[in-house]
């Protein structure tokens, strides 16, 4: 199973639960009765209504694919995180400072080895440039990262569009094709608004994450 309780993280159990109509499959998260403290919410949705909402979510997907409207989305999305050219000026700035701070603490070593620095002032100021650099370093994998996101993005959705072809010529959609588009399901618990429940679902597709919906 690739369903997951939204609060606790828990993957849901597969039940069946009796209705007028019946017995129906169900998915429910039993860390809600044996952990209350960490699930405080009772997660549970039937397999027919997800099966209903995941295909409908599939299609929208697809038709956001088609149009070219997904990979804007997801340009846009990292545009609001940091645009490119501002990550690369701040790579550059971030590499300039390390390559300072390795010549100042070689400095600093030869200093106190001539003892022209007591030893005591080179561990302070050691720790202190030690700290920046671990900082900064860990700033740059950050930009790293969504800099080969970038470069991504027309593979990622191009990887997906051919799993979305391939699925769509089937009649009916097994939990073992849906596997190969989806990664993860979370469901959280139903909320009562005004007269209606409501349910959120969301859907982590394999190779671009959540996608929000219109």
């Given amino acids: 199973s690739i369903v997951y309780c939204a609060e606790c993280g ?10 007028k109509a019946g017995k129906s499959p169900i998915l429910r998260c039993v860390n809600h009765f044996r952990n209350p403290e ?21 299609r929208a997907l697809t038709k956001k694919v088609d149009s070219g409207e997904l990979l804007k989305h997801i340009r846009k999305e990292k545009q ?12 550059e700035k971030i590499n300039k400072r390390l390559a300072v701070l390795k010549r100042v603490i070689r400095r600093l070593y030869e200093d ?13 100021m050691l720790a202190e440039y030690s700290k920046e650099q671990k900082t900064l370093h860990e700033r740059l994998a950050v930009i790293e990262a969504r800099l ?10 191009a990887k997906l569009k051919a799993v979305l072809d391939e699925l769509l010529d089937e009649k ?9 588009l989806i990664e993860r399901i979370e469901i959280g618990h139903t909320v009562k608004m005004g007269r209606c429940n409501q349910q959120e679902v969301t859907i982590y597709y394999r190779f671009i994450g959540a996608v929000e919906e219109n």
Wanted: charged letters at 35%; aromatic letters at 6%.
């Fill in 10 to 19: 828990n993957r849901l159990n597969w039940m069946m639960k009796t209705t």
């Fill in 38 to 58: 960490k699930c405080r919410h009772n997660h549970m949705i039937y397999y027919d209504d997800l099966y209903a909402h995941v295909v409908e979510r599939v």
């Fill in 80 to 91: 609001k995180r940091g645009k490119k050219d501002r990550l690369i000026a701040e790579r």
């Fill in 112 to 124: 106190m080895g001539s003892e022209l620095m007591p030893a005591e002032d080179y561990r302070e």
């Fill in 148 to 157: 080969s996101e970038t470069e991504n993005d027309e593979q990622s959705v």
């Fill in 172 to 180: 009916e959609l097994s939990g073992a094709m849906l596997s190969r």
